[in-house]
């Protein structure tokens, strides 16, 4: 028998390096991406904008019609709903003030029966708790200001994301040919119809990803309703879709769309613990939202494992918060889609697939 460190090492050092070039282009892709989200993330949300509306401006033209008005109308499309969607946001937030002088009522008295209960219980009185309160303002302005700016600053990258989203979208469609071919001109001529099977379900993944978002929405509209119906919420059904859509736009959606159910059970009830009912149905349908019912759904659709699609989420928010969470699905459906057809990215296929295979005619 021949002692083991006689034998030759033979394909451990290229394993090694193999792993390390395979880490090495791991950390660089992340580091280009966390540095580059201001342009990658609107870019990328105009390319699947664009392999949305792909279909509808080719039916256009078939119809007659020409490209750019095709595309204009697309955008257009694109822009009511965006619209309808901010208009939502707007009668939630209008609602709202409409009922913040009661509410503001009921807060003050939930505050004084907290005092009260503080006192009488705690030993700590009116006066400690003002003096505690005056103080904790104080030491907190300079972090409230912080937020403050933290939160102009996502504000004002939203407002750039909106207004830069449409121009991109617009211009891919119109110079979709020739991007294409640039594709094609990239590879070697043998792999062109790869590369254009590979668009081609691209644009499919997409349309199937929207879908699968589409019941995401379905789901958790449902769920909030009858969350706030149990509970005994005024209106539910109609809180409860404004909330699923709302959650469209990323935190500060759910916030604004949870402010009037929250005011009106205080209001209604004369009661803290409808408000915090409300509270507990919302966060209780976004956790199952984020890792059970948006991996099913639109996992699902996409054909790709449920394992892959929290961990693409998980990174997602960590590289782009929520904008990650949402792009980063459809990113590893076109992974999966480019190493089916890469024979020395098979095993990346299997590991990145559902694990259900067709199986082959005989």
């Given at each position: 028998m021949i002692p083991i460190s006689k034998i030759p090492n033979t394909g451990s050092t290229s394993w090694k390096f193999s792993t390390t070039k395979i880490l090495q282009s791991v950390v660089l892709v992340c580091v280009i991406l966390y540095f580059g989200k201001t342009l990658f993330i609107p870019l990328s949300f105009s390319l699947l904008i664009s392999?949305?509306?792909?279909?509808?401006?080719?039916?256009?033209?078939?119809?007659?019609?020409?490209?750019?008005?095709?595309?204009?109308?697309?955008?257009?499309?694109?822009?009511?709903?965006?619209?309808?969607?901010?208009?939502?946001?707007?009668?939630?937030?209008?609602?709202?003030?409409?009922?913040?002088?009661?509410?503001?009522?009921?807060?003050?008295?939930?505050?004084?029966?907290?005092?009260?209960?503080?006192?009488?219980?705690?030993?700590?009185?009116?006066?400690?708790?003002?003096?505690?309160?005056k103080n904790a303002i104080n030491n907190s302005g300079s972090e409230t200001f912080s937020a403050f700016k933290t939160i102009l600053y996502s504000l004002s990258g939203y407002a750039f994301f909106i207004l830069i989203i449409p121009v991109f979208s617009a211009l891919i469609l119109y110079h979709?040919?020739?991007?294409?071919e640039v594709l094609y001109q990239i590879f070697p001529s043998d792999k062109k119809e790869t590369v254009h099977e590979v668009l081609v379900e691209t644009i499919s993944a997409y349309y199937n990803f929207i879908k699968g978002m589409a019941l995401v929405y379905l789901i958790v509209g449902l769920l909030n309703s009858i969350g706030l119906a149990i509970i005994g919420i005024p209106h539910p059904f109609v809180f409860g879709f404004i909330a699923s859509i709302l959650t469209f736009i990323p935190y500060i959606g759910i916030m604004i769309s949870s402010l009037l159910p929250i005011a009106i059970s205080w209001i209604?009830?004369?009661?803290?613990?409808?408000?915090?009912?409300?509270?507990?149905?919302?966060?209780?349908?976004?956790?199952?939202?984020?890792?059970?019912?948006?991996?099913?759904?639109?996992?699902?659709?996409l054909k790709i494992n449920t394992l892959?699609?929290?961990?693409?989420?998980?990174a997602g928010g960590i590289l782009w918060g929520a904008s990650g969470m949402i792009l980063f699905i459809p990113f590893i459906s076109i992974i999966k889609l480019?190493?089916?057809?890469?024979?020395?990215?098979?095993?990346?296929?299997?590991?990145?697939?559902?694990?259900i295979h067709k199986k082959e005619k005989p």
């Amino acid at each position: 028998m021949i002692p083991i460190s006689k034998i030759p090492n033979t394909g451990s050092t290229s394993w090694k390096f193999s792993t390390t070039k395979i880490l090495q282009s791991v950390v660089l892709v992340c580091v280009i991406l966390y540095f580059g989200k201001t342009l990658f993330i609107p870019l990328s949300f105009s390319l699947l904008i664009s392999f949305i509306l792909y279909p509808v401006c080719k039916w256009m033209e078939h119809k007659g019609m020409s490209q750019t008005i095709a595309i204009l109308i697309a955008i257009f499309m694109v822009l009511f709903i965006s619209s309808g969607i901010l208009y939502l946001l707007f009668l939630q937030i209008n609602e709202f003030l409409t009922e913040w002088e009661p509410f503001k009522i009921k807060l003050l008295e939930a505050l004084a029966q907290v005092s009260v209960y503080t006192s009488e219980h705690f030993g700590i009185t009116t006066e400690e708790q003002t003096i505690f309160f005056k103080n904790a303002i104080n030491n907190s302005g300079s972090e409230t200001f912080s937020a403050f700016k933290t939160i102009l600053y996502s504000l004002s990258g939203y407002a750039f994301f909106i207004l830069i989203i449409p121009v991109f979208s617009a211009l891919i469609l119109y110079h979709r040919s020739m991007l294409a071919e640039v594709l094609y001109q990239i590879f070697p001529s043998d792999k062109k119809e790869t590369v254009h099977e590979v668009l081609v379900e691209t644009i499919s993944a997409y349309y199937n990803f929207i879908k699968g978002m589409a019941l995401v929405y379905l789901i958790v509209g449902l769920l909030n309703s009858i969350g706030l119906a149990i509970i005994g919420i005024p209106h539910p059904f109609v809180f409860g879709f404004i909330a699923s859509i709302l959650t469209f736009i990323p935190y500060i959606g759910i916030m604004i769309s949870s402010l009037l159910p929250i005011a009106i059970s205080w209001i209604t009830f004369n009661s803290i613990w409808y408000p915090l009912g409300v509270i507990l149905v919302f966060s209780i349908v976004q956790i199952l939202e984020a890792y059970v019912i948006f991996p099913f759904a639109v996992g699902s659709r996409l054909k790709i494992n449920t394992l892959v699609i929290i961990l693409m989420i998980t990174a997602g928010g960590i590289l782009w918060g929520a904008s990650g969470m949402i792009l980063f699905i459809p990113f590893i459906s076109i992974i999966k889609l480019i190493a089916e057809r890469t024979e020395s990215l098979k095993t990346l296929s299997l590991l990145l697939g559902d694990g259900i295979h067709k199986k082959e005619k005989p």
